[in-house]
């Protein structure tokens, strides 16, 4: 169904908002950070990262870690207009457009924006191929000098719409798990090669670790090293974005944390 009218995206928008804030506040959350720091609610945050996670899980970080001086990346079209208003309801600051196509003036808005906040992607949205990383973050990154962090998500056998990522809808009072990656630095200047080396590389590591999230949430088990998390916004998070943090680790040493279990994440589901 097509919002197009200010008065039809406004009230959907805001039943959205509400429906999302109710139905995800029944969740039991946990997360396994391999680096606490890089979330803006803990005390040692510092400096801006581009969080990406894939689009069929946005429901966790949109209720999670809203008013925490992160501006959120949607394309133009007008399919995301309902979620430009939620995510503002929500507490998340917005760019529409596109690292590539047409885009200029959305990266110079995140130029600007990431001078003093964190950023967030979807990067195989918004229309897929579904768990297949664009290369835009990857582009971002290396141009604003600003590490990655890839956040992996799973539900506890969620329902899933017909939509080209098969979004996750979590069941009522089920298991919500996060497993979360140290900053990643991204090399200034690189070729095409290099950016493609780095886009496998990290699509590779957001699959693995949403793979890893997914079996947490379904098994129930306890992870060594996990805490609760809950809905919190950051108190430090404006200011502690404009001061000098981590440069972030090389891909390859994230990577080679990765649980290496036969798993196929576009599949688990």
Known sequence: MKFQSPMSIGVTS??????????????DYAVAYRDPAVDPVHPRYRGSKIFVFWHENILMPLYLRGHSNTAMLLSRHTDANILDRVARMMGFGVVRGSTFHGGSA?????????ARS????????PRGPRRRLAAGCVFLASTLQI???????????????????????PRPWSRARAVV????????????DGVEYHRKGIERLLNGLSGEAEAWAGSGGHREGSTRLRRQPSRLATSAACLPGSPGVALEEELSLLDMRPQDPAAAA
């Open 14 to 27: 805001l039943v959205a908002t509400a429906g999302i804030g109710h139905w995800m506040s029944t969740l």
């Open 106 to 114: 959305a990266l110079r808005e995140l130029a600007e924006r990431a």
């Open 118 to 125: 964190n950023l967030t992607i979807t990067p195989d949205g």
């Open 147 to 169: 590490p990655i962090v890839a956040m992996g998500f799973g539900y506890q056998h969620p329902w899933r719409l017909r939509t080209w990522d098969r979004f996750a809808i």
């Open 181 to 192: 990656s140290r900053a990643i630095a991204v090399p200034s200047g690189l070729d095409r």
